[in-house]
T-cell receptor
Framework: GAGVSQSPSNKVTEKGKDVELRCDPI?????LYWYRQSLGQGLEFLIY????????KSGLPSDRFSAERTGGSVSTLTIQRTQQEDSAVYLC?????????????FGEGSRLTVL | AQSVTQLDSQVPVFEEAPVELRCNYS??????LFWYVQYPNQGLQLLLK??????LVKGINGFEAEFNKSQTSFHLRKPSVHISDTAEYFC????????????FGTGTRLLVSP
């Protein structure tokens, strides 16, 4: 596609439910990143993929969070047993490869609200 | 670990006035520095970046930033703003030894009024 696509754009869920957020990167981009943007906070790094592997998972807030990427393309961020503090905008970005100083291209985000 | 401070959460300014958005980062031996902009209802996009060389970096839409190593700053400037510059601006830094991890500031909302 022309840009990074994320779905759903908005998700409202009840505490304790599982949610899946999807990211479709720009075609040919081998690096993919997930960030979280909470109200009044900066963008919090969660995880990045180079191809299908995730060399750095250190940003995942807890073991309720997981992410996978298949076929070097689409990625899914899964949050199990959601909590109210998980409410945030989840941003996905991709880049041509993990080069030094490379530009990240961001999607418009998935806004998650946990009631 | 790197951190970024954007002290101003919001900067109101009149059209055609100059503006400076401040960014300071935690000290490191060597870093890459970026400014990203997020227009309403759009994803973030790169405004400019400093990798090496000249400390004055020019970006899109007339913006520029200056890398100051001694003050660990990377302030963003524009001599004359337009209404269309109204957006949220994020400063970001990555350590050259761990460049994949881009650390963002909390953002500064620039509000340009006529």
């Amino acid at each position: 596609g022309a840009g990074v696509s994320q779905s759903p754009s908005n998700k409202v869920t009840e505490k304790g439910k599982d949610v899946e957020l999807r990211c479709d990167p720009i075609s040919g981009h081998t690096a993919l990143y997930w960030y979280r943007q909470s109200l009044g906070q900066g963008l919090e790094f969660l995880i990045y993929f180079q191809g299908n592997s995730a060399p750095d998972k250190s940003g995942l807030p807890s073991d309720r969070f997981s992410a996978e990427r298949t076929g070097g393309s689409v990625s899914t961020l899964t949050i199990q047993r959601t909590q109210q503090e998980d409410s945030a905008v989840y941003l996905c970005a991709s880049s041509l490869r993990t080069v030094e100083g490379g530009e990240l291209f961001f999607g418009e985000g998935s806004r998650l609200t946990v009631l | 670990a790197q951190s970024v401070t954007q002290l101003d959460s919001q900067v109101p300014v009149f059209e055609e006035a100059p503006v400076e958005l401040r960014c300071n980062y935690s000290s490191s031996v060597s870093v890459y520095l970026f400014w990203y902009v997020q227009y309403p209802n759009q994803g973030l996009q790169l405004l400019l970046k400093y990798l090496s060389g000249s400390t004055l970096v020019k970006g899109i839409n007339g913006f520029e930033a200056e890398f100051n190593k001694s003050q660990t700053s990377f302030h963003l400037r524009k001599p004359s703003v337009h209404i269309s510059d109204t957006a949220e601006y994020f400063c970001a830094v990555s350590d050259r030894r761990d460049f994949q991890k881009l650390v963002f500031g909390t953002g500064t909302r620039l509000l340009v009024s006529p």
